[in-house]
């Protein structure tokens, strides 16, 4: 194919006289200044305007047409580097030169891949990356060595020179050989077209596909610390080179490797690569002999070289072709960018404990942000390829599309599944809540936050998230558009009061973490503990994520999720500074694949609730180390146990408090459950951060010793969850009442008890008198209230094993085991002279009162042997109160032929 070939030859071309050029630069340089300072500067001005180019310039591949944008970025190029070859120029004046030079391949190379799809379809377009890619390498190496050979005879002008030429000649092959074609426009289908980084955030694919080549740069970590590396394997100089060969060579393999792979499997394959890539760098961990090592890097070097082209071919091919240019450029530049970033911090990381283990770290870091990265790729991906077979012979809609949530106020009984959820995963819901449609829905009271209530998470296990309660302004609770810009976040449409805790909270966070860090000593086995603790946490929250997305929609108290296990075990054994590092990565991993667009999770309320965990452990933390220090440290000794368990209440106290203060200073009033949750919950909290001394204590033995927590958890999350559904499938919404479904359930069991027990059981069918009246006068929300307030008296008013349950609009059913008529009457008549007594306050200020009740009265077995005969005479002697002037207890008496079966 002659244009791909020129345009292979003009980057052949351009690779070899760069490589070229950074020698002649470099050898110039030294002789004017004899500075190894001033050499290493030069050096990077041959990279770092590339990263600045490729924001900045890469946009003009769509602007203009491509061929002659890269004929006019090699021609300039020329020119620049022609200056440079002119003798006796000075160095304020060349440094300048090399940027511009650098920084004009920007637009080139932005151009360049932007045609490369257009020239090359299908499979040949990936083969064509591949074979760039090697030929690539070859080029480098030629270039280093050439150049090297040449400034034997040469004067490093020359080489200068040498490189305006291969520019030159370049432009003339990309003018000759490849034809003209205008600037690529926008679809009509497209009249409002976004800008490049909205229209990559926007689409999951293109946002998955940029992560993962952004994730590459930590594979380039084990090049970046070759010589380091190799002196604590006590190499020569040439156990250095060989190190540094390593990744370049795999890179080939790798390059080679990608047109081989079958081309079905080419995107199930680019999430696999890219973990593998990772996966050689964490056995570095266990300091295997040179060899080994030197094998290693080759594998993650082939490794993400294959991923990085079957991304980037990927990504290419994705964007629309009027974007492609800009595209292209900005992931190129991220790539740039995350290669120094991560060379950098692992360079920190090996001076503060070995390069051994800083290479074993950025594997474990390149294992999970790959991990997820290829996740979010393949499910987005599958969701693009949602048939019309796959949907009921309709086209996929938006939501569909992007995986968005239907509305929690569907009329659908049970949330949809979301992200990814599984049928299986949500059954035990469906199957749970779908007897009553009262119960079902998200937006009832009983889990959502109602329109002057909150629903608060406590996580801890005390506080994961603070769910504030529902502002004026729809817009703070909104799960539709989000508002990107900073001064539209729902953060500001919080009352001032919450303001000011969420922003002290969190400051306070920041500086007591910043005092801490400098008392904190991190070593080779805190970094070990810091990423088993990590590693165990984010597969807990993979494995149960499913589980605690339901629990978490269907709650409006104080939330507990089980983080704490990991949280309060990482206060105990790490060093302070590190603590919030496993905070910030288990919510942050909590949020993404959990919490993510369920109804009322917002990411300042993750940040406040994950400064008040920071700030629980922190405080666990000084307790444990005041009061048993680690002179003292034995677990064994009583003091350390005493020291853990006052450990574990100031973090339930400060966790949960800071809750309850947001809580409360939103609503401006204390309500004790809304704010502190239930003794459930509350004890559910206590049992995780107990959980948490227990995980602590293993890891103090050995760290591995925390997997065998996992277990455990797993099957209490799950337990939790059962006990959630249970509950929510057996509790009315307004009420919190038994609904009719499971009252008749326990009243059918405690009838076949009495049978075989041979006593009497006791029903009274019980019925607010003008009910409408209430509702006609006040409104339905004032009428939900008058009911609420009567259920309270009536489970008030009932004996304690008694079941009240709600049977209806405004009747209610209540269970008397083991009772005689006189009982039963009394606690009837019990029942109506607390109703008469209620008064019920509304929100205008207006009390409501002068409420009755009217209740029938009938027993088991004197109304026969089935609940249903007992129900049918308490309802027969209900009609006969309302017919006697309502307000009264009536009975019937039960016919002989009744009872005999005539």
Known sequence: MREF?????????????????????????????????????????????????????????????????????????????GGMALPGL?????????????????????????????????????????????????????????????????????????????????????????????????????????????????????????????????????????????????????????????????????????????QDRRAEMTSWLAVASGVPLVLCFFQPPLVVVVLLWAISGACATAYLILAQAAFVVGVPDHRRGAAAGLAGAGVLSSQGVAVLAAGVLADATDPVLAVATGGVAGVALTGLSGVSWLRARSRRELSPERTGGREPDDAEKH?????????????????????????????????????????????????????????????????????????????????????????????????????????????????????????????????????????????SRHVERVRRRFNDTPHVNLTSVWTFSAALVLPPVLTPVVICLLYIHLFWR??????????????????????????????????????????????????????????????????????????????????????????????????GAITGLLISFNPLWAVMIVPALLVLHRSVLMRQLEEAASTDQKTGLANAT??????????????????????????????????????????????QAVADVLAASARRYDVVGRWGGEEFVVLCPEVTSEALRAIAERMCERVRELRVPTEGGAVIDGLSVSIGIALYPEFGPELQDVLLAADDALFVAKDSGRNQVQSIVAAIGDLNGH
């Open 90 to 262: 000075p160095l304020p004046v060349l440094l300048p030169l090399v940027f511009l030079l650098t920084l004009g391949g920007a637009p080139f190379k932005a151009a360049q891949q932007a045609l490369l799809p257009t020239i090359l379809e299908g499979d040949r377009y990936v083969t064509g990356l591949s074979l760039r890619t090697v030929s690539n390498q070859f080029a480098q190496v030629a270039g280093f060595l050439g150049g090297g050979a040449l400034l034997v005879v040469l004067d490093p002008h020359v080489a200068l020179g040498l490189n305006a030429v291969t520019f030159v000649v370049a432009a003339v092959v990309v003018a000759t050989r490849v034809r003209h074609r205008p600037v690529p426009s926008a679809p009509q289908s497209h009249p409002r077209d976004t800008g490049t980084v909205r229209m990559l955030w926007a689409d999951r694919r293109l946002r998955a596909l940029v992560a993962l080549s952004w994730t590459v740069g930590i594979f380039t970590i084990p090049e970046g610390l070759a010589a380091p590396y190799a002196d604590t394997l006590g190499a020569a100089a040439i156990g250095v080179g060989l190190l540094m060969a390593a990744d370049p060579a795999g890179s080939i393999v790798g390059a080679w490797l990608v047109p081989r792979l079958p």
């Open 5 to 81: 070939r020129a345009l292979w030859a003009a980057e052949l071309l351009s690779v070899a006289g760069d490589q070229l050029a950074r020698v002649g630069l470099a050898v110039l340089v030294y002789r004017h200044t004899n500075s190894a300072g001033w050499t290493a500067l030069t050096y990077a001005l041959t990279f770092l305007p590339a990263l600045l180019g490729g924001v900045l310039l890469s946009p003009l591949a769509d602007r203009f047409p491509r061929r002659e944008l890269m004929i006019g970025s090699d021609l300039a190029r020329a020119v620049i580097a």
């Open 403 to 543: 995986g968005e949530l239907t509305s929690p106020c569907s009329s659908s009984k049970a949330p949809p599944p979301a992200d990814g959820d599984d049928e299986s995963d949500v059954k035990a819901s469906d199957q749970a809540i779908g007897q009553s449609t009262e119960i079902t829905s998200p937006c009832s009271s009983s889990f959502a936050p109602p329109p002057a209530g909150t629903a608060a998470e406590h996580g801890n296990g005390a506080a994961d998230q603070v769910v504030f309660a529902r502002s004026a302004q729809p817009a703070s609770l909104s799960t539709g558009e989000r508002s990107r810009a900073p001064w539209r976040w729902a953060l500001w449409d919080e009352p001032a009061r919450v303001l000011a805790l969420i922003l002290f909270v969190e400051a306070a966070a920041i500086g007591v973490t910043a005092f801490l860090a400098g008392h904190s000593v991190v070593d080779r086995n805190a970094m070990v503990t810091l990423g088993i603790i990590v590693f165990l946490g984010v597969t807990m929250g993979e494995l």
């Open 594 to 691: 959990s919490w993510y667009r369920v109804r009322g999770v917002r990411p300042y309320r993750l940040v406040f609730t994950a400064s008040t965990v920071v700030l629980s452990a922190h405080t666990a933390w000084t307790i444990r180390h005041l009061f048993a220090p680690e002179s003292l440290g034995a677990w064994d000794q009583p003091l350390v146990v005493v020291a853990v368990a006052v450990a574990v209440v100031a973090y339930s106290c400060v966790n949960s408090g800071l809750v309850a203060c947001a809580i409360t200073l939103h609503e401006k009033r204390l309500d004790i459950r809304r704010a502190l949750g239930t003794g459930k919950e509350n004890a559910l909290e206590y049992g995780t951060l107990g959980l």
């Open 742 to 787: 499971s009252w008749t359930n326990l009243a059918t069991a405690e009838i076949q008890r009495a049978a075989r027990d041979e006593s009497q059981v006791g029903v009274l069918m019980v019925d607010l008198d003008h009910f409408k009246a209430v509702n006609d006068a006040h409104g339905h929300l004032v009428g939900d209230q008058v009911l």
